[in-house]
Nanobody, 132 residues
């Protein structure tokens, strides 16, 4: 069964950086046929989309929610079947559990938006805490 595992969370001071990793296993044939989304959920708040990337099978979408544009960057290691979220200039309001999720190519990640309901597979989450 397809599986996603996040790592890289931790405690960081405001203005600091973290890089989250999302390892995909048993996604056939590879991530070219899947869109990857990043989501987060802060205590007492609803889950929100952070961004997504869909770069295979003729797609070329990279989307970020306004609150993280210019600070967060999604990237991919195709050979290792991993996706990364590099987070710079972190703020206290970025504190949350971060999740990666996968949707079949053509779903979930669009030009200018992402559709959480279309993501079929979810990781277990990794905690990011931004505090001095």
């Amino acid at each position: 069964q397809e599986q996603l595992v996040e790592s890289g969370g931790g405690l960081v001071q405001p203005g600091g950086s973290l890089r989250l990793s999302c390892s995909a296993s048993r996604f056939t044939p590879d991530l070219d046929y899947w869109a990857i989304g990043w989501f987060r959920q802060a205590p007492g708040k609803e889950r929100e989309g952070v961004g997504c990337m869909s770069v295979g099978v003729g797609r070329g979408y990279l989307y970020y929610v306004d609150s993280v544009k210019g600070r967060f960057t999604a990237s991919r290691d195709k050979g290792e079947n991993r996706v990364f979220l590099t987070m710079n200039n972190l703020k206290s309001e970025d504190t949350a559990v971060y999740y990666c999720a996968a949707a079949p190519a053509g779903y979930g990640c669009y030009e200018g938006s992402l559709a959480p309901a279309e993501f079929d597979y979810w990781g277990q989450g990794t905690q990011v805490t931004v505090s001095s």
